[in-house]
């Protein structure tokens, strides 16, 4: 293109509406409007700033240029060097003579800016995000009509980076509910709902040579420890068991706390390996709930939990009825546990609890 050609004020806001009307992001709005912006005032090179203030660091975002004088997208400079920050320092915000105004502007000497015409864009709250600017490397006069359509596009601008944001929030708002729904609060492991719903994922998806195992986990004796220390203790195991849990998992297992005192682990192996496999996770398991915890108030020896293991069938298709299964198999172990602890009764319990001795300075 070597010319632009003014439009009657009627068509440009007949092509703005247009515009606005179909813009959902930021550069959908942006590019038209820069293409609007130069046929408004006839400057070849139009474009938008964003500030990272923190870096002070001012970046062409979006830019159009249709003559010899290119601002190309990506460029950016100290904030404090710009052409941007010297008109919004001097409330100048037209020139058309850029090297006897701003003699010391390095960056707009090297791009060959002559002509220069800006707008601050700004949010609902009065916070900078940038500028929208036109310039030439000829000397062009401006009239005021063209002035006031650059700070209309600047203001449409200003709103369309807040809805945006916006929106980013309350997506971000919407996830960390999501993440809260499906995250046990003391533990941060997933709760009971996140496992069912990732069982049910993996049984849609499940390969016939692969396996499901599913363990479920009961802490015997937690509520005399709960009882005797208060909850705050009792959320202090319970958070180091999630800790060993996590240390003991593989890649592609899960860990979840289901209920006050119970965990449960899902895994996957080899259908020919998962009845070793299962036994296998059992154990290590039971290794990693047993042994000695300190908490703030006590020292505690613990024996370790009931662990009940299941390998799911091919054909499995309830997550739920699989997790009873595995409830199932940790009863199981409970009374094989308390059987034997019947024949060889521990003098002191199972659970070996102890005071935790003060520090003497």
């Given at each position: ?61 979006y830019a159009r240029n249709t003559r010899r ?258 409830n199932a198999a940790m009863d199981t172990a ?28």
């Open positions: 293109m070597n010319h632009l050609t003014r439009i009657a004020p009627s068509s440009l806001l007949g092509a703005l509406v247009a515009s606005i009307a179909h813009a959902h992001t930021l550069e959908a709005l942006a590019r038209p409007l820069l293409e609007l912006l130069q046929t408004a005032t006839g400057l070849e090179s139009t474009y938008l700033t964003r500030l990272d203030e923190p870096a002070g660091v001012l970046a062409i975002q004088l290119t601002i190309p997208e990506g460029l950016s400079a100290p904030w404090e060097t710009t052409l941007s920050k010297h008109a919004l320092d001097a409330g100048r915000f037209y020139t058309d003579d850029v090297g006897s105004c701003w003699e010391d502007c390095k960056i707009a000497r090297s791009l060959g800016i002559v002509t220069y015409l800006s707008a601050p864009v700004r949010g609902k709250g009065g916070e900078l995000f940038g500028s929208l600017c036109a310039a030439s490397d000829e000397r062009k006069p401006l009239t005021e009509a063209a002035i006031n359509y650059l700070a209309l596009f600047a203001q449409l601008i200003g709103q369309q980076i807040d809805r945006e944001r916006l929106l980013a929030a309350l997506q971000q708002a919407n996830s960390s509910l999501a993440m809260t729904a499906l995250t046990d609060a003391v533990t941060q492991l997933p709760n009971r709902r996140a496992l069912l719903e990732e069982m049910e994922r993996r049984l849609a998806s499940h390969q016939d040579d692969r396996a499901l195992i599913v363990a479920h986990i009961d802490l015997d004796d937690f509520r005399p420890i709960n009882d005797r220390f208060g909850h705050e203790a009792g959320d202090q195991l319970l958070q180091t068991i999630a800790k060993r849990l996590r240390r003991m998992l593989r890649n592609g297992d899960m860990a979840a706390r289901i209920g006050n005192d119970e965990f449960a682990v899902l895994a996957a192996e080899q259908r020919i390996k998962a009845a070793e496999a299962a036994i296998a996770l059992s154990r290590r398991l039971e290794g990693a709930t047993r042994g000695r915890f300190k908490l703030d108030t006590a020292l505690i020896d613990y024996e370790g939990a009931s662990v009940g293991v299941i390998v799911a069938e091919a054909d499995s298709s309830s997550a739920q009825a699989l997790l009873n299964k595995a409970k009374r094989a546990r308390k059987n034997k602890e019947k024949i060889a009764p521990m003098p002191t319990g199972r659970a070996i609890i102890r005071y935790k001795w003060p520090v003497i300075e």
